[in-house]
């Protein structure tokens, strides 16, 4: 069965570079979540859209935006990087059900 | 406001042994969904189960058991005959409302080492 697809798998940034990170949910699944999970932590809910509108809202930075497009993949774009930033991203996708997460895109910064 | 409490940062148990696992909720919501999630050293995280607030029926799936109890606000998570494939870090969840997938407050995990 089709997983949830995230690209790049890994990343690599300097301090106040920007990235930007794909969500490309299961087929006919209308919901993107993003998951930040940092060095030994629990994943912390960043954002999510149905049906291509935002329709809750985490802990994300003001430099952090997203959004779902027609074909329902989603991008995560972050921009003047920061240390901190270094994580795990996860998207998850959902059709009415539970989450499936996607493998993570892990985001170092230096 | 919602939280997830594993108050065992840590265990470790040797190989054929059994382990609880423990979550502690707080919602006020009538109606959210419990999830168990597990994250191996790979870093995926792996869905096992998912329980509605209106159904504290136990649940059993091969070696893995959840007991669901509303009246002490936990939902605990039993491995059988732990094996060192089991060793991962495993996460309890919870999403409120009604919606079966709105987004996930999670606990702090617990890092379960099996050892051979």
């Known amino acids: 069965a089709a997983g949830v697809i995230q690209s790049p798998r890994h990343l690599i940034k300097e301090k106040r570079e920007t990235a930007t990170l794909k969500c490309y949910p299961i087929p006919r699944h209308d919901t993107v979540y993003w998951y930040q999970q940092g060095p030994g932590q629990d994943p912390q809910f960043l954002i999510s859209f149905y049906e291509k509108m935002q329709s809750d809202k985490g802990s994300i930075p003001d430099r952090f935006s997203a959004q779902q497009f027609s074909d329902y993949h989603s991008e995560l774009n972050m921009s003047s990087l920061e240390l901190g930033d270094s994580a795990l991203y996860f998207c998850?996708?959902?059709?009415?059900?539970?989450?499936?997460f996607g493998p993570g895109t892990r985001l170092t910064v230096l | 406001a919602q939280k997830v409490t594993q108050a065992q940062t840590e265990i470790s148990v040797v190989e054929k042994e059994d382990v609880t696992l423990d979550c502690v909720y707080e919602t006020r919501d009538t109606t959210y969904y419990l999830f168990w999630y597990k994250q191996p050293p790979s870093g995926e995280l792996v869905f096992l189960i998912r329980?509605?607030?209106?159904?504290?029926q136990n649940e059993i799936s091969g070696r893995y058991s959840w007991n669901f109890q509303k009246s002490t606000s936990s939902f605990n998570f039993t491995i059988t005959a732990s094996q060192v494939v089991d060793s991962a870090v495993y996460f309890c969840?919870?999403?409120?409302?009604?919606?079966?997938?709105?987004?996930?407050?999670f606990g702090t995990g617990t890092r379960l080492t099996v050892i051979p």
């Open positions: 329980r509605n607030s209106f159904d504290e």
């Open positions: 969840a919870l999403s409120e409302g009604d919606g079966e997938a709105n987004n996930l407050f």
């Open positions: 998850a996708s959902a059709g009415g059900g539970e989450q499936f």
